[in-house]
């Protein structure tokens, strides 16, 4: 996790989950191989043979029969063609797509991502379908995954979702975090061992953004939004409407993007709201930075660290 650091004892491991990040299912093995093997400190694993795009975790657990609850560290693996670089007038370089996302073409399904709660690694899967259906289709894994779970003094913890990769915690009490007690060093303005994006790359600075607002009209901008593919277009970027995943549902997938930052405001972080104002047709779609509680599952947009 972007760091010397062990993760312990390994006696076991194995691929946790596969998604195409679709409607269909994929098998056992279709994205990676089952002979997953640690030796050597390395963990090995290979790509199916006939290679396909999409996403998985590899876990590796401190028993050899890989029993739930015993998850010492997990990988996210990211099956996806080169993403492109897009430069926001020298305020920050961004990948072309969400993380997870294995496309970067507007109004692909494959172009919406995972969801990730703010400050943990691990990724959720998102809708299976652009449009604005309820309740939301949600894309298809390997495994049947488990119901959300409030969060307690003994769920909040690093150590807990480090051991549950699979469950997303929810909060009803203010701050309304996963984490308790809250932790803001989780994601920050230098690559923490929590942060998801891949290499050379790491949770954005809302700063790339902010220039494209207008403080004059209630701080918020006006991107262009397409109704055919359910995008927005912000400067020289195209951003889904994926929605948002709160405990077990997803939306509102086809109407609103969110997009955290690693940017903490007091008890909140900030995230980017893209609304496409459909409550009254006709009305300018529009987009703003605020602060939002850290259990909600928003979609990231990865900064090219330099």
Same mark, same amino acid.
């Given at each position: 996790?972007?760091?010397?650091?062990? #993760?312990?004892? #390994? !006696?076991? @491991?194995?691929?946790?989950?596969?998604?195409?990040?679709?409607? &269909?299912?994929?098998?056992?093995?279709?994205?990676?191989?089952?002979?997953?093997?640690? /030796?050597?400190?390395?963990?090995?694993?290979?790509?199916?043979?006939?290679?396909? !795009?999409?996403?998985?975790?590899?876990?590796?657990?401190?028993?050899?029969?890989?029993?739930?609850? +015993?998850?010492?560290?997990?990988?996210?693996? =990211?099956?996806?063609?080169?993403?492109?670089?897009?430069?926001?007038?020298?305020?920050?370089?961004?990948?072309?797509?969400?993380?997870?996302?294995?496309?970067?073409?507007?109004?692909?399904?494959?172009?919406?991502?995972?969801?990730?709660?703010?400050?943990?690694?691990?990724?959720?899967?998102?809708?299976?379908?652009?449009?604005?259906?309820?309740?939301?289709?949600?894309?298809?894994?390997?495994?049947?995954?488990?119901?959300?779970?409030? &969060?307690?003094?003994?769920?909040?913890? @690093?150590?807990?979702?480090?051991?549950?990769? &699979?469950?997303?915690?929810?909060?009803?009490? /203010?701050?309304?975090?996963?984490?308790?007690?809250?932790?803001?060093?989780? =994601?920050?303005? %230098?690559?923490?061992?929590?942060?998801?994006?891949?290499?050379? =790359?790491?949770?954005?600075?809302?700063?790339?953004?902010?220039?494209?607002?207008?403080?004059?009209? %209630? +701080?918020?901008?006006?991107?262009?939004?397409?109704?055919?593919?359910?995008?927005?277009? @912000?400067?020289?970027?195209?951003?889904?409407?994926?929605?948002?995943?709160?405990?077990?549902?997803? /939306?509102? #997938?086809?109407?609103?993007?969110?997009?955290?930052?690693?940017?903490?405001?007091? &008890?909140?972080?900030?995230?980017?709201?893209?609304? /496409?104002?459909?409550?009254?047709?006709?009305?300018?779609?529009?987009?703003?930075?605020?602060?939002?509680?850290?259990?909600?599952?928003?979609? #990231?947009?990865?900064?090219?660290?330099?």
């Amino acid at each position: 996790g972007n760091t010397d650091v062990s #993760v312990g004892d #390994v !006696k076991g @491991v194995k691929v946790l989950w596969e998604t195409f990040g679709t409607a &269909t299912a994929p098998q056992i093995g279709d994205l990676i191989k089952t002979d997953v093997s640690y /030796s050597d400190g390395y963990i090995t694993f290979s790509t199916n043979d006939t290679y396909h !795009k999409g996403n998985a975790v590899i876990a590796a657990y401190s028993d050899a029969g890989c029993t739930d609850g +015993n998850v010492l560290w997990s990988w996210h693996i =990211w099956l996806t063609d080169q993403p492109a670089e897009h430069n926001y007038d020298d305020q920050g370089i961004l990948m072309d797509r969400n993380l997870g996302a294995t496309s970067g073409t507007p109004g692909d399904v494959e172009f919406l991502g995972l969801f990730y709660q703010w400050g943990r690694k691990d990724p959720f899967l998102g809708s299976s379908n652009i449009n604005r259906i309820s309740p939301t289709p949600l894309a298809q894994s390997t495994i049947d995954w488990p119901s959300s779970v409030e &969060t307690n003094d003994t769920k909040g913890t @690093v150590d807990y979702v480090t051991r549950h990769p &699979t469950i997303f915690l929810t909060s009803s009490q /203010s701050p309304l975090d996963w984490s308790i007690p809250q932790n803001d060093n989780l =994601w920050s303005s %230098g690559k923490t061992q929590f942060d998801p994006c891949p290499p050379g =790359w790491q949770v954005p600075n809302k700063a790339v953004w902010a220039q494209y607002l207008d403080s004059g009209r %209630g +701080n918020r901008g006006y991107p262009e939004f397409s109704n055919e593919s359910r995008t927005f277009l @912000v400067s020289v970027g195209y951003y889904p409407a994926a929605g948002e995943k709160r405990g077990d549902d997803v /939306s509102p #997938v086809g109407n609103n993007g969110y997009y955290w930052t690693f940017n903490i405001t007091g &008890t909140y972080s900030n995230y980017i709201c893209l609304d /496409s104002n459909s409550v009254n047709p006709g009305d300018l779609p529009y987009y703003f930075i605020a602060d939002q509680s850290r259990s909600k599952g928003y979609s #990231v947009r990865c900064q090219k660290i330099e």
